[in-house]
């Protein structure tokens, strides 16, 4: 029977998976993480509902692990393809986990014997982890991974493990797989904040990107969901969002718009004053673009909660010896006003994912000026590429909400099935 690959365990690459599967037709769900999940397992809740987002990630992921037509590949990339739709033969590179899939049941014993701590990239570099880690504590699947680089083997991990399931080597192993047809739902990587120097990111602790900021309002992340400031550890009283960092910009040739940071920042204004009524939150931006199903209502609602929405673009935050000073022209009044904020989140655009110019090569599809994967044809066949039997959804198409992304994830599927079905 045939079967289907698709690439990317994000939302959009997992709700494909599932329906796919929900068909009868086996899929491979190639993730390069140690985990499923893509960038919504790191936000806190979701607009425009304010649903905590992991309530409705983590059901998909348990549901997608434990179907019987989906397998998932971890810590794997796609190395080549050949052949054509209804019989490609895709070659990945499965790195090592350095744990034993079959025999970790993921009680994390190992974890709590580790000395080691580093940064948590999952927690946007805010929170660390130890050398033998889960990179949160919702990961499907649920199995440990020992960071060989900063590993010290002091052998605690394996000497507590009661299943011998840590690994002092591992190679890297071949897979390969013959499938139908191929979801590409490799997602984006948010722009690179330190690339703005005038804003002195990574210099002065508190200012940080908005998915920073998503794992500091978190409650499963590093401060339990207490906004902190990173300087001090107290309660920042002004907390300014800055937006179009990164789009609309054509100096930094990123002229398109990233289409969720204003809705994110209205999300997490909302949420800072759902928790504290008195903090002062002020939004710089140059337009406010909430177009989808109730987020007109959404911007409303901030508004009536105090939330200043200043038209206005910094150039620049300037440090002073008791903190920061932003000047930013009212763009509504025409006077130059000075913003004293206790912390600042840089409302990063969206830009596609690491590797994605690679893919593009060895899958032969195009992509557009910015580097997204490109539509055979943009409004009618808006998840098919030049290249029959491979289609492309979500966020490494173009920037996408996760309502935008799991529909393309649908549409991709059905498509990518179609394929299955003529090749069976
Ligand atoms: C700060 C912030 C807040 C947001 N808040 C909201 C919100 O409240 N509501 C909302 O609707 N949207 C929100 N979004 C947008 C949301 O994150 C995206 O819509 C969603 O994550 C897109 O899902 P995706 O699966 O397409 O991409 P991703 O989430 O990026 O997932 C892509 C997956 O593919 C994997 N991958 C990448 N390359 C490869 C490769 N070569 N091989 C194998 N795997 C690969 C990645 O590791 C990842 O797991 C927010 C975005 C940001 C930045």
């Keep these: 029977m045939a079967e289907v690959a698709v690439i990317g365990g994000g939302v959009t690459g997992i709700q494909a998976a599932l329906d796919i599967a929900n068909h ?85 014993d190992c974890i709590e014997v580790c000395p080691v701590e580093v940064y948590n990239i999952f927690d946007a570099g805010m929170g660390v982890r130890k050398a033998i880690y889960k990179p949160h504590a919702q990961i499907v699947p649920n199995i440990t991974i020992r960071d060989a680089v900063h590993c010290i083997d002091c052998g605690l991990c394996f000497d507590i493990c009661g299943k011998n399931a840590v690994l002092r080597e591992e190679e890297e192993q ?16 948010t722009f690179d904040a330190e690339k703005k120097k005038e804003f002195g990111y990574l210099h002065h602790p508190d200012v940080i990107t908005s998915l920073e900021f998503e794992r500091l309002i978190n409650a499963s992340g590093p401060t339990g969901g207490k906004i902190k400031r990173l300087s001090d550890g107290t309660t920042p009283d002004h907390i300014v969002f800055i937006q179009c960092f990164g789009s609309r910009d054509i100096s930094l040739k990123r002229p398109y718009c990233s289409g969720v940071c204003c809705m994110y920042a209205i999300k997490n204004a909302i949420l800072i004053k ?24 959404y911007y409303i609602r901030a508004q009536e909660l105090g939330i200043r929405f200043l038209r206005g673009r910094p150039g620049e935050i300037i440090r002073t010896a008791d903190g920061m000073k932003i000047p930013v022209e009212n763009t509504e009044t025409s006077e130059l006003e000075i913003l004293e904020p206790g912390l600042v989140v ?21 992509r557009d000026d910015y580097g997204f994967f490109e ?16 289609y492309i959804a979500g966020a490494a198409v173009s920037p996408k909400d996760i309502p935008d992304s799991v529909t393309q994830g649908e549409a991709a599927a059905m498509r990518a099935f179609l394929d299955a079905l003529a090749a069976k």
């Design 346 to 366: 840089l409302s990063v655009g969206l830009e596609p994912a690491d590797g994605a110019e690679k893919i593009a090569e060895m899958f032969g599809i195009e």
């Design 274 to 297: 759902e928790k504290n009524q008195d903090t002062k939150v002020t939004i710089c931006y140059m337009d406010i673009r909430a177009y989808g199903k109730g987020y007109e209502e």
């Design 24 to 108: 009868g037709i086996r899929v491979h769900l190639i993730e390069r993480e140690a985990s499923i999940g893509g960038h919504m397992a790191q936000l806190d809740k979701t607009f425009p509902t304010n649903d905590c987002s992991m309530c409705i990630l983590s059901p998909k992921m348990v549901d997608v692990a434990r179907h019987p037509n989906v397998v998932i590949h971890t810590l794997t990339e796609v190395k080549s393809i050949t052949g054509d739709v209804g019989r490609f033969t895709i070659s990945a590179i499965r790195h090592p986990r350095y744990v034993d899939e079959d025999a970790c049941n993921g009680c994390g």
């Design 174 to 189: 071949e897979v390969i797989l013959e499938v139908a047809s191929v979801v590409i739902a490799t997602g984006f990587r």
């Design 375 to 390: 539509q055979e044809e943009v409004k009618c066949a808006p998840v098919k590429t030049i290249r029959p039997g491979v």
